[in-house]
């Protein structure tokens, strides 16, 4: 088992900021690939960014620019970094990490369809972007 527990949603207006955190144990946090995904009321599941163990980082195309994924060592948490939220950003966040693909962790984020290759998964936050 691989304890995910993500924080920070909520319900803003556009424009506005949120800072979404996953906290994760240090062996997940420095071996694992994480990525965090959303997904809104009727659409499929999608890739937001993701956070591979050497520390490099890969977007969406859609939160290019506005979303930052980073990771803080000394307290083991993910976090996601969205500025300039839009309603179209609404969704319930999930943080999902796995080591298969560690090194690989571009390619889930590039095709959101590599989602079911993830094994752990946290409860998800919700995040409502008012227009």
């Known amino acids: 088992q691989v304890p995910l527990v993500e924080s920070g949603g909520g319900s803003v207006q556009a424009g506005d900021s949120l800072r979404l955190a996953c906290a994760a144990s240090e062996y997940t946090y420095t071996t694992y690939c994480m990525v965090w995904f959303r997904q809104a009321p009727g659409k499929e599941r999608e890739a937001v960014a993701g956070?591979?163990?050497?520390?490099?980082?890969s977007y969406g195309d859609s939160v290019k620019g506005r979303f930052t994924i980073s990771k803080d060592s000394e307290k083991n948490i993910l976090y996601l970094q969205m500025n300039s939220l839009k309603p179209e950003d609404t969704g319930m966040y999930y943080c999902?990490?796995?080591?298969?693909?560690?090194?690989?962790?571009?390619?889930?984020?590039?095709?959101?369809?590599?989602?079911?290759?993830?094994?752990?998964w946290g409860q998800g936050t919700q995040v409502t972007v008012s227009s």
């Open positions: 956070i591979d163990s050497d520390g490099s980082t």
């Open positions: 999902a990490a796995d080591r298969i693909w560690s090194g690989y962790c571009r390619q889930p984020v590039v095709d959101s369809s590599l989602d079911v290759a993830f094994t752990y």
